[in-house]
Nanobody, 125 residues
Framework: VQLVESGGGSVQSGGSLRLSCSASGIPNSKYFWAWFRQPPGKERERVATIDSDGGTTYAASVKGRFTISQDNAKNTLYLRMNSLKPEDTAMYYC????????????????????WGQGTQVTVSS
């Protein structure tokens, strides 16, 4: 299994980027996928998810600006990012195959079996 992100770069505030995550070894259509990001010096956060039925979720900080999608024929996951802000600066990672790692206070805590190497997004003001 290999996930390879691309599409990162440096843009000015208000600009757009589209990240891609090319997957090999696993069928896109059968897995739960996600984009995460880790800003410098901060913890990793989940940005968006997409399930096998195409259902999506977004972090509040990106809702309305980012769109997660997938092309099953190309085995590729995308993250379209519009109206970028300096606080979107981070290393972005795709992840696949969510599972329950443990329960905390009765709620499941998820992890992902497969991760890409990341692509850097830098937004300047």
């Amino acid at each position: 299994v290999q996930l390879v992100e691309s599409g990162g770069g440096s843009v000015q505030s208000g600009g757009s980027l589209r990240l891609s995550c090319s997957a090999s070894g696993i069928p896109n259509s059968k897995y739960f996928w996600a984009w995460f990001r880790q800003p410098p010096g901060k913890e990793r956060e989940r940005v968006a998810t997409i399930d096998s039925d195409g259902g999506t979720t977004y972090a509040a900080s990106v809702k309305g600006r980012f769109t997660i999608s997938q092309d099953n024929a190309k085995n590729t996951l995308y993250l379209r990012m519009n109206s970028l802000k300096p606080e979107d600066t981070a290393m972005y990672y795709c992840a696949a195959d969510r599972f329950i790692a443990y329960y905390k206070s009765g709620s499941p805590v998820y992890e992902y079996r497969h991760w890409g190497q990341g692509t850097q997004v830098t937004v300047s003001s």
